[in-house]
């Protein structure tokens, strides 16, 4: 074997075994990351917060404010047209409204 060719594959080797070692290694700090957060949502749970409704205000939160927005119009949108914001104040005023102006 050339030496030149042995040292690339050795060079190749030694490269794709420090990626490795940096993947494993990031994958178990995200094991105990995942872990930790299920943690607290455990003891937000035991302290008696709703964890469905925590995750979800998480979510909302990473969300861009103009993108938050947007989603907050569509489901706005759509409940209306399903009809399931006739029973809040909002959706009461909007009726009265609606049939006043007819």
Do not use: H
């Not at 290694?25 to 949502?41: G, N």
């Not at 909302?60 to 914001?85: K, P, S, V």
């Amino acid at each position: 074997m050339d030496g030149i060719e042995y040292y690339g594959a050795s060079f190749a080797r030694d490269r794709l075994e420090g990626f490795d070692f940096r993947f494993e290694r990031l994958e178990e700090e995200k094991k105990a990351i995942a872990d930790d957060i299920r943690d607290v949502y455990t003891e937000a749970k035991s302290n008696g917060f709703d964890v469905k409704a925590l995750r979800q205000i998480i979510r909302i939160r990473r969300q861009d404010a103009a993108e938050r927005r947007e989603l907050e119009a569509i489901l706005e949108t759509y409940m209306q047209a399903l009809g399931m914001l006739s029973d809040t104040p909002l959706g009461k005023a909007a009726i009265e409204r609606a049939t006043a102006a007819a």
